[in-house]
């Protein structure tokens, strides 16, 4: 007989998240942190919420005609330098090889975001108007040698994620597919992941280095920081004049071609854990839990045989749902209950030897505590039912605190007690990225998170100094 | 209008194998040699190949209990070290970060396989029996310094793979389970991409660095030389002792466990090409074709509009194959034919005038040439059976192929001129590494491939030696 030991989480969310948080990872068995600092190891229930995601979005993108392709994991140094903006911006979080490695030959970065390498071969696969659209994602690892402390999922040193590179013939089309990924990105957080999101524009001191435009899905947390869940920037004719991305048009002349990029990694179940996650542990809305039912049948010396054949049959007609049957007897209910809860399935079907004699079982929601009582005749379509209720219900609810969370003034004094109560605030500013530094020293912390593409126009003078405001941006602490 | 350039191949598979070969990977829009030396670019439709190799195996690994999960790409140096044999056996190929990267902490190596730093994390995971068995899977990059030239899919520094790492009870199950993968490995290759293959054992030569038995699946290609597919590991209890893996028994002791690990990379890819691919360009078996067809409508002035409104009707009705329907007006029919052969389409369909008044189609398998008249009426159920047909004889073809390379001798002489007429051939061997040397010398390269699961019994003496032969062993060439 195992020890009952204490599985759950310690501390409380509305306490001290980040304990909690990293608590729920690991006790949830998401991620592990890595022996190599600042690198985390992905567990396979962690992996399995990736997989959700990338069956989504592959899904999506055969749509959108994007094809999968893979590039080098490793950048010749040459290749940064060609896009100023992007070497600057990227210099201090490279990873490079050792020079024994590449001996005589020049110096190797592991990526950090794969432009440079990918438009290289661009150049050399674009020639006519024929070959445009290009649309292409990878799906990979990416390193960025932070000193940040670690953070699972929402801060390391090496993540996964997917990053898609297109090239088009003309600005208007690239600019609509770069709002048209946005618009994916929101449709994932928010159909997939039940996070709500606010879309928008970055200001030119937060926009992707090297790009025109960037543009953000940003969610909000639960501790009233922002996060930034995934990013789709318009990249002008920057990198394609520097890696010289040209085609024949129509007009049979010579053109330059325009191009976006665009990616979302795990980060995002960072997100997820956060938005959903409670005291007991891991919430996750159906649509992403590999297993979505538990049956959990309660034992009693005279009932055993008929409550186990009872639960073996419900495990049968779930099977689809990824049923697990915890058959083992070495545990109570209670403690299975805990287990369980802690690992985030969405629901718990409990066969006892009660429930057995009115044929019926009961059916217990994670996201809500709910018991629901259900005839062994309907449990198919009952569950499938609670299941879709509960993926919108956690929607709704994260919607209500994001809308919660939303301030609006152009009053200095005002603005600070909003970021000071951890709000997400809607404000005039002048557009200069001075004026958004002192913002943030002042604030301790809060940062524009994005321009919303509509109602962006602003009046009077920007919250802060006495410039001319641009536009209205949002502001908020962020992770 | 486009210049009709000669896209074919220049050279034949039965003169230049290695351009040829080189010429398809490209000319396909398989993969490209990449700016960074020895690296490679896995285009869209290479990547698709590699997706379905994953979806099938995906699928696989879910009825073996095998999850997926992901582990970080850097390797303390330490880690290599605690296995000797291990660290010995990867010491030339390991690609090191840079120390201004590391600062004062330990070397990192960029994963040329990841038993080390999986079983850091085992160590901490398996605590008792009942954590057991722990069956585990990656797909990544794996990177490999190594300084021979570069083969698209063959033989490059960075490449793509799987790796399973599973921990068990008992040495029984353990070995069970090694040879169970080794079966799904040649399933995988036989049922999906048509290639036939060869099981058995490595020498204790060509053993994995590390393990107590490796088990390969290997291939023959048609220019004489042997193709290492796959292989699967037995690790006994090494490195649960280097790792400290142990567990709680159901008899309160503690015990070390017994581990495997297996593998197969991007390379299959490359195996797949060599098999089935003509001098017209790739021929792909359809289970693994994104695309499974082709539609080409005729155009003459006066029957263009009919035309072309049959040819959309059937790409409708195939559009679960993924059926491309060529409209392109600036390109001449035969130019098409020429184009889709060469990347490898399994079927085009050919819709003319003649056919429209006949209500019939011509399909054209890319595999033999052979051109089936079929009528419209039965297009689906027709293009299936052909898909499947097809699939069947490209694999019965290699079969052939396979059967007629085996040779078996116990003369050297006859040994020699055999190996010398690029087969491959199962002889008696000493066992002796030394002795496995000089006969790849003497041969100009024969090296063993794999001692038969059933049939290594052997009498008398070494092909080679004068020593006492210890089993029968394959010698051939080999990639």
Redesign the interface.
């Known amino acids: 007989m ?1 020890k009952e030991e204490n599985i759950g989480i310690t501390v409380k969310k509305s306490e001290d998240m980040p304990e909690w948080y990293s608590q729920v990872c690991q006790k949830a068995e998401l991620a ?1 942190y ?4 600042g ?6 229930n ?3 919420v ?2 959700k995601i990338q069956d989504y979005f592959n899904e999506r993108l055969k749509r959108l005609n994007v ?10 140094e040459s ?1 940064f330098k060609k896009e100023a903006e992007h070497a600057e911006g990227f210099k201090l979080e490279v ?7 590449t001996k005589e ?1 020049e110096r ?1 970065a ?1 990526r950090p975001t794969s432009e440079t ?1 990918i438009y ?2 661009y150049s ?1 696969w674009v020639r ?1 108007h ?1 070959d445009l659209p290009l649309r ?1 994602n990878q799906w ?2 990416i ?1 960025r ?1 932070e000193a940040a402390q670690t953070k699972l999922f929402l801060r390391s040193r ?1 993540f ?1 994620w997917q990053e898609g590179h297109c090239v088009y013939e003309t600005e208007k089309e690239c600019h609509k597919e770069t709002i048209k990924i946005l618009k994916e990105y929101k449709k994932l957080a928010e159909d997939l992941l039940s996070i709500p999101v606010i879309i928008g524009k970055k200001t030119e001191k937060e926009k992707f280095a090297g790009a025109k435009a960037t543009y953000t899905i940003e969610s909000f947390m639960p501790d009233g920081k922002a996060l930034q869940c995934g990013t789709s920037h318009d990249l002008g004719q920057g990198f394609a004049k520097s890696f010289n991305i040209k085609f024949i048009g129509k007009d049979e002349k010579e053109h330059i071609a325009w191009q976006n990029s665009w990616g979302f990694s795990t980060r995002l179940i960072g997100g997820l854990v956060m938005t959903h996650s409670d005291d007991k542990g891991l919430v996750l809305p159906p649509d992403v839990a590999e297993t979505k039912v538990v049956i959990i049948p309660i034992l009693f010396e005279n009932t055993k045989d008929k409550v186990i054949e009872k639960a073996k049959q419900i495990g049968k007609q779930l099977k689809s749902l990824n049923a697990i049957y915890d058959t083992r007897e070495e545990y109570t209910p209670g403690w299975k209950y805990s287990e369980w809860e802690m690992k985030g399935i969405p629901l718990r079907i409990e066969v006892g030897p009660r429930d057995l004699e009115k044929n019926q079982v009961i059916i217990v929601r994670r996201d809500t505590g709910e018991k629901i009582t259900c005839p062994e005749t309907e449990i198919k379509n009952k569950v499938k039912q609670i299941l879709n209720q509960m993926q919108e219900d956690m929607l709704n609810k994260a919607r209500s605190f994001l809308k919660e969370s939303i301030m609006e003034t152009s009053d200095w004094d005002a603005f600070e007690s909003m970021i000071k109560a951890r709000k997400i605030v809607l404000a005039p500013h002048c557009g200069e990225a001075g004026c958004e530094d002192m913002i943030k020293d002042k604030t301790e912390g809060a940062s524009t998170r994005c321009i919303p593409l509509d109602n962006s126009k602003a009046e009077g003078k920007c919250i802060h100094c006495d410039k001319k405001a641009k536009y209205k941006v949002y502001f908020s602490k962020s992770y």
Chains 1, 2 share one sequence.
Do not use: H, T
């Open positions: 195992p592990d890595a022996p190599v600092k690198c985390m190891v992905i567990r396979p962690g992996y399995a990736w997989q094809r999968n392709a893979y590039f080098p994991l490793f950048i010749p290749f990873a490079w090889l050792d020079k024994d490695v030959g190797l592991v390498i290289d071969s050399r006519s024929r292409i990979c690892n390193v040698w090496e996964l």
